[in-house]
């Protein structure tokens, strides 16, 4: 029998993804698919309920079942309505063909394995859920002592608790009903069932029904066939997914997860992925809705359970994601981060750090670990009171420790200083980096001095990312220490020695950052073009964000270079003289670093708030009037 010959399927177009199967079955193989009994029922929309494939009685559902396959049988032909060749009326199909179409199918519905869910099977499902639930609890509390009692009504919870997976198929139609039925609370009670396997299943659950990835395959398929971007669809899916979300708020599911993570032994593997799962959903939700993450740190005991188990000396996986998820509440919340500085967090955090200024991360995972937590790190010092206590615990003396081991840890501990020195606040810490020898170490580093062999490394960060902190070291360090005092005089210093080689370095940074700039700089002008054919007017939101994107692209960098610069200038005349030489070695003047200051001026405030709420004249902003003033003068 010549398969190929039977039939002519169409060629598959390029980069298409099925299955694949021998050229001819052998008669193992139709052995294999050929049905044991004249008739296979339906599959069913739930697997059975004791989860073991035992049979038993007939159960009202399974009634309920057996009524929808007679429905179903009553759509097919009978065989005697085949033809006298064989044939389905309208199919063309001999039974040979028909077998092997049959062993195709079967094929097919094995590897798949997935039954297509809707609204009447998923309220069927429901209801047989809360029964579930209700007999399990009924023999626990009949038989707390025997667990032979309630074994079979735990695996039948726990089958159908898997029910709920195939739901994110289509959250517009699913997550409604799911809300309206009740079910979330009958599910959130789950997590505090005594049988932590059971919580765990829920908790999996949770992840599922609230993950990122939700409602993909329903766009996809709307853009497959044709109809449109889905956009549609997308709102929908995120309206559902926020009813949902809501309504496991409004069941306190953030403590009873919380909870779940005091009673979880992580000793035991299931144990484990069950903390895992667990901070899953707690950055679901936060990704969800950022604002949560104030209401997580203050409602619930999350933030200290995160800061003791990243400082568990032991490495893994649930360690890394501890310190992810308390990267992300800290970030941009005031709030949370005076909370943990009540809780001693910087302490903790610095002595996580402190394992790695003499080794480097095992993988890739422990690298991001580490940088969580310098993140963490970088988010606490944005507030004026924590670069205090970071001074305190002796930060600074750390990061520059990390800076001469030439590590990974080395730039991002150029990172944390870059954060710590910033503003009028970052004054004690710039004072301190020049006092604890920090400038031949930093000077070292912004010469790329012992650096480079190790920028393929693993978890290496560009470096061009690094030069802005560099540079925004820096900025800081002229900005905060005072005129005339030994600090700045040895910072001076600096630049002038090795023949100005400081200078040369920073003129270099400066091309760099202007080249990157240039090819944005083209972009926004053709947009603005286009704008401007179009007669559309140009917003205030529009010129804001090109600003930002140049700023990303290289301005920010451009605006430090050119900073410093201008002080070095200021403060000696051989650096001046050095510098206008390199500068007119590319057709350029001191009016071009004039005009770079000129626009980052305009974009700093006018006025800062007083510490009685009155105005006070920009500090920065007067700085930056001397220096233009000061260049403006070289050109004369």
């Not at 709920?164 to 309206?180: G, R």
């Not at 708020?249 to 779940?260: E, F, I, P, R, T």
């Not at 070095?568 to 500068?583: F, P, Q, S, T």
Request: charged residues 30%.
């Amino acid at each position: 029998m010549d398969i190929d010959k039977m039939f002519k399927l169409p060629a598959l177009p390029a980069g298409a993804t099925k299955r694949k199967f021998p050229d001819a079955p052998t008669e193992e193989a139709l052995k294999r698919f050929r049905p044991e009994e004249p008739e296979q029922p339906a599959p069913s929309l739930a697997p059975p309920a004791n989860g073991k494939g035992k049979g038993k009685a007939a159960t009202v559902s399974e009634e309920e079942d057996e009524e929808e396959l007679r429905y179903a049988r009553a759509d097919l032909p009978d065989e005697e309505d085949a033809d006298e060749d064989g044939r389905f009326f309208g199919g063309g199909l001999n039974s040979e063909q028909n077998q092997i179409l049959d062993i195709f199918e079967a094929a097919g519905d094995e590897d798949s394995g997935a039954v297509t869910m809707t609204l009447p099977a998923l309220r069927r499902q429901l209801g047989r859920f809360e029964r579930i639930v209700a007999k399990n609890a009924e023999q626990r509390g009949k038989y707390p002592d025997d667990p032979s009692r309630f074994i079979e009504s735990e695996s039948d919870l726990d089958s159908a608790l898997k029910q709920f997976l195939p739901l994110t198929q289509n959250p517009p139609l699913f997550y409604p009903e799911l809300v309206k039925s009740g079910a979330i609370a009958l599910l959130t009670s789950l997590l505090s069932h005594e049988n932590t396997d059971i919580a765990i299943d829920v908790v999996e659950v949770l992840q599922e029904l609230t993950d990122e990835d939700v409602g993909a395959e329903v766009d996809d398929l709307l853009e497959e066939e044709g109809e449109g971007s889905g956009g549609g669809i997308a709102t929908k899916t995120r309206m559902a997914m926020g009813e949902l979300i809501d309504e496991l708020l409004n069941n306190s599911v953030m403590d009873l997860l919380v909870a779940n993570l005091g009673r979880l032994n992580e000793e035991e593997d299931t144990d484990t992925q069950g903390v895992f799962h667990i901070l899953g959903v707690f950055e679901n939700l936060l990704s969800f809705m950022p604002p949560l993450a104030d209401q997580v740190a203050a409602d619930t005991s999350l933030l200290p359970w995160l800061l003791k188990r990243i400082a568990v000396k032991e490495y893994d996986s649930n360690k890394q994601y501890a310190s992810e998820i308390l990267a992300i509440l800290m970030q941009d919340s005031r709030t949370n981060v005076m909370r943990m500085a009540e809780l001693d967090g910087l302490d903790t955090m610095l002595k996580v750090l402190f394992q790695y200024r003499k080794k480097d991360p095992g993988d890739n995972e422990e690298v991001e670990f580490m940088e969580n937590v310098f993140d963490t790190l970088c988010s606490a010092l944005a507030q004026p009171e924590m670069k205090k206590a970071f001074l305190e615990a002796e930060g600074v003396e750390l990061m520059v420790i990390m800076m001469k081991e030439k590590l990974l840890a080395r730039t991002r501990a150029i990172k944390v200083l870059n954060y710590a020195m910033q503003t009028e606040e970052g004054s004690d810490a710039c004072e301190r980096f020049v006092e604890v020898q920090g400038l031949k170490t930093f000077f070292a580093a912004f010469m790329g001095k012992g650096g480079e062999g190790k920028r393929k490394k693993l978890g290496a960060t560009s470096s061009f990312e690094d030069e802005e902190h560099l540079l925004g070291i820096l900025v800081s360090l002229f900005t905060n220490l005072a005129s005339d005092t030994p600090a700045r005089i040895r910072l001076i210093a600096k630049f002038i020695e090795a023949d100005y080689e400081k200078v040369d370095r920073l003129l270099e940074m400066r091309e760099v950052a202007e080249t990157k700039l240039r090819a944005v700089n083209r972009e926004i002008t053709a947009e603005r073009r286009v704008m401007e054919a179009n007669r559309e007017e140009v917003s205030d939101e529009d010129e804001t964000e090109w600003y930002l994107r140049r700023v990303d692209a290289g301005l920010s960098s451009l605006q430090n270079a050119d900073y410093v610069l201008a002080w070095v200038c200021m403060e000696d005349d051989g650096a001046m003289m050095h510098a206008r030489i390199l500068l007119d070695r590319k057709n350029q003047t001191f009016a071009d670093v004039i005009e770079v200051l000129e626009e980052l001026k305009e974009n700093v405030g006018d006025e800062e708030e007083g510490g009685e709420g009155e105005a006070e004249p920009n500090v920065q902003k007067m700085i930056l009037e001397q220096l233009i003033a000061f260049l403006a003068g070289l050109l004369g």
